[in-house]
């Protein structure tokens, strides 16, 4: 690329916007305006603002790698280290996967839907089964306060406990315990370079320690614990392996494959986790998971053949997709029959 002598930021923008053009990158100006908002360390408002100032002309060589690596293809979100979800501001790296509009619309329905269910801010268990006591030990509980709980333990209130499986960036945990100040977040990934994204997202959007990072494979990590989880939220990786050849080469090529592909039909996490449901020590009484396109009908059948459930929901997504399948139950948790030694 050219740039005159001595530019103005918006004559840096429209140069840069085509010259992205040129490279076939999509919504080419909108990425123009987030590398230069990165450069110049500006908010949007900002960059508007000082449009007419001089482009800083010691970061030229910058600005040129900036675009070069956008020109090659990389998302803008891993060239300036940001998503924004929610309207909240989140950290990625290519450990983990950049956050999607549609997760928002995930995220709403969990939040609508849980405020429906423990209006008072807390969840009604029975507490009297094996999984709680578990539950009791991992939160270190002194045998003797148990004792002295006694049959109050039966129908104690408590907040909601739920869990995002999958943390990625910690979007979906991160932006609950923002909007439910009242609700007890638990967040699990595989990976732990993820994790170290989603804790840092946790710090940053100040529900530091109001969220619990678990390292692990789906439910198995609340299963050892022996947690009694009201709710499982989680946007798993669900593309069939076999559509890798069709995806944007900026997914294909920079997204994490372990955030991306779900086994042969895509569906293999769903039945994995959807499995793992019942080795909870009790059913949650909401569900909701993403899915992708054409999935919906199988895992809303899934969810429907493993517990019985208010209602099974599908709800498509802006673009009319039917993109997540929520399951509710609005009475007590059911007790897992297996769970009972
Ligand atoms: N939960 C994260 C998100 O929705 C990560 C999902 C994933 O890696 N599949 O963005």
Redesign the pocket.
């Known amino acids: 690329m050219t740039v005159e002598r001595k530019p103005t930021i918006r004559e840096a923008y429209v140069e840069a916007s085509s010259f992205l053009q040129g490279h076939r990158v999509n919504e080419a100006a909108s990425c123009a305006e987030l590398l230069l908002q990165h450069l110049c360390g500006w908010s949007r408002s900002e960059l508007l603002l000082r449009w007419q100032e001089l482009f800083p002309v010691e970061r030229l060589e910058e600005w040129r790698r900036l675009l070069e690596r956008k020109a090659a293809g990389e998302p803008v979100q891993y060239i300036i280290g940001e998503q924004e979800f929610y309207g909240l501001p989140f950290t990625v790296n290519p450990a983990?996967?950049i956050?999607?509009p549609e997760?928002e619309l995930l995220v709403e329905q969990v939040v609508l839907l849980g405020r429906k269910l423990w209006s008072d801010g807390s969840a009604r268990h029975k507490r009297n089964d094996v999984g709680a006591d578990h539950a009791e030990r991992a939160a270190d509980r002194k045998p003797d306060m148990r004792q002295a709980e006694g049959e109050l333990r039966l129908q104690r209130r408590e907040p909601p406990l739920v869990a995002?499986i999958?943390?990625?960036?910690g979007?979906?945990a991160v932006t609950l315990a923002v909007q439910c100040p009242e609700w007890r977040l638990m967040s699990s990934d595989i990976s732990p370079a993820?994790l170290a994204i989603a804790r840092d997202n946790a710090r940053r959007n100040g529900v530091e320690g109001r969220v619990a990072f678990l390292e692990g494979d789906l439910l198995k990590p609340y299963i050892e614990q022996g947690l009694r989880l009201d709710a499982v939220v989680?946007?798993?990786?669900y593309i069939p392996e076999a559509d890798e050849e069709g995806l944007q080469p900026e997914v294909r090529l920079y997204e994490p494959p372990s955030?991306?592909y779900g086994g042969k039909d895509g569906l293999e996490l769903y039945r994995r986790l959807i499995a793992q449901l019942a080795e909870l020590a009790a059913m949650p009484s909401l569900v909701g998971l993403?899915v992708g396109m054409g999935q919906a009908s199988a895992v809303a059948q899934m969810l429907s053949a493993a517990a019985k459930w208010d209602e099974v929901q599908i709800i498509p997504d802006l673009a009319g997709i039917d993109r997540h399948v929520i399951a509710v139950r609005y009475n007590e948790p059911e007790m897992q029959t297996g769970s009972v030694e």
């Open positions: 983990v996967l956050p999607r997760t995002d999958g943390a990625g960036s979007a979906i993820a989680s946007n798993p990786p955030a991306l993403e």
